[in-house]
């Protein structure tokens, strides 16, 4: 685990339909919770579903100026596509997780692949991939407390999909 910053840079990438866009807007409220300031920014491919699709958050204790992320903490990676875009920012500092079920395994300094995408699906749901792989995230890299994260789940969901979103997120702590 790594100390407690009081601004974070993040980047979440993959494909569309893997729900990082609102991943993204989760842990933008699971900060917001927490009394911090957020912005969250997002693109997508001209299709919705298989082209690449970003979410930015910056979350800051002060005011947000600039609304895009210049210099990430780190990166989810959750396709082979959205690794290659930014693995040459590991070289330089910058922590990336990645899918080892959708991207090809890599070696180096800050470059952590886990089987999101895999453990999702032996859930049940392969959906939470996002909510899964924000676990491991926050777990990892304390950007915000998991709890926060849970309360906002809590809010968005309900019956099953409360149970197996809830479930994906302790999974993906679990992981670290």
Do not use: C, H, W
């Not at 920014?41 to 204790?61: C, H």
């Not at 180096?108 to 999101?116: E, Q, R, V």
């Amino acid at each position: 685990m790594t100390e407690k910053k009081e601004r974070y840079e993040i980047i979440l990438a993959g494909s569309g339909g893997q729900g990082l866009v609102l991943a993204g807007i989760m842990l933008g409220e699971a900060a917001i919770l927490e009394g911090r300031n957020v912005v969250q920014t997002q693109s997508y491919g001209i299709a919705s579903r298989g082209g690449l699709s970003l979410a930015e958050v910056i979350i800051d204790r002060e005011e947000i100026v600039y609304q895009q992320v210049q210099e990430p903490d780190f990166i989810l990676a959750l396709t082979e596509e959205a690794l290659e875009k930014y693995a040459a920012l590991a070289e330089k500092g910058v922590r990336i997780f990645y899918d080892t079920t959708l991207a090809k395994p890599r070696t180096g300094a800050n470059l952590t692949g886990y089987p999101f995408t895999k453990i999702a699906s032996d859930l049940g749901n392969v959906a939470s991939v996002n909510i899964l792989s924000l676990g491991a995230l926050t777990a990892a890299v304390p950007v915000v407390k998991t709890e926060s994260l849970a309360n906002v789940i809590r809010k968005r969901f309900r019956g099953k999909a409360l149970e197996m979103n809830l479930d994906a997120l302790q999974k993906g702590v679990e992981l670290i």
